[in-house]
């Protein structure tokens, strides 16, 4: 199909651009090519490149991990890949932040077959927490994309998005 040689095309670009091999679990001497999906997760350019969104910014005022993250209020971000298969994920997931428990976030999931599925996420107070993606995908289904819709309530932040598959 057409539509899979786009897609296989993409995928060995991004496999080009991306050669760092992550941190995963069971480091073995012959582990397969892990690959990052997500471009610009953790806002380390210091601003929102790679990202479509609306009503957010990067932001040095807190992070999870190196010096930026992105700040939401009642904003949204979102990131389309190349399909990867739920079978060839090693991790998926991304860090939030929140400063009342009254915040919630939208989490948004969307597969190749044109379906989405969304998550009411709820924060923690002053803490940074991992809201693993990985168990909310589907067996059989390909993940091309991610948003966040946040935060209602008050503002929200997010950090180190990512999907690591094994090729
Ligand atoms: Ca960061």
């Known amino acids: 199909m057409t539509d ?13 651009k991306y050669k760092r ?3 995963a679990p069971g480091t073995e001497t012959d ?7 997500i471009t610009n997760g953790g806002f380390e350019t210091g601003d929102l490149t790679g ?7 990067a932001t040095d005022q807190y992070s999870h991990s190196g010096t930026y993250s992105v700040f939401l209020y009642q904003g949204w971000i979102r990131q389309y890949f190349s399909s990867v298969p739920k079978s060839k994920i090693i991790t998926f997931g991304f860090w939030q ?3 009342s428990s009254s915040n919630r976030s939208i989490l948004t999931i969307f597969f190749s077959d044109n379906t989405q599925e969304q998550f009411d996420i709820q924060h923690s107070v ?15 289904k390909n993940v091309i994309g991610i ?7 008050g ?9 690591v598959a094994n090729y």
């Open 4 to 16: 899979d040689k786009i897609l296989s095309e993409r995928t060995r670009r991004l496999q080009q």
């Open 21 to 23: 091999k992550p941190e």
């Open 31 to 37: 582990e397969p090519p892990y690959s990052e999906r």
């Open 51 to 57: 990202w479509q969104y609306a009503q957010a910014s």
């Open 97 to 99: 932040y929140g400063q």
């Open 126 to 140: 002053d803490v940074w927490e991992y809201v693993d993606c990985l168990p909310l995908v589907p067996d059989g």
């Open 147 to 153: 948003s966040i819709n946040g935060g209602t309530g």
């Open 155 to 163: 503002p929200v932040w997010g950090d180190d998005f990512s999907l």
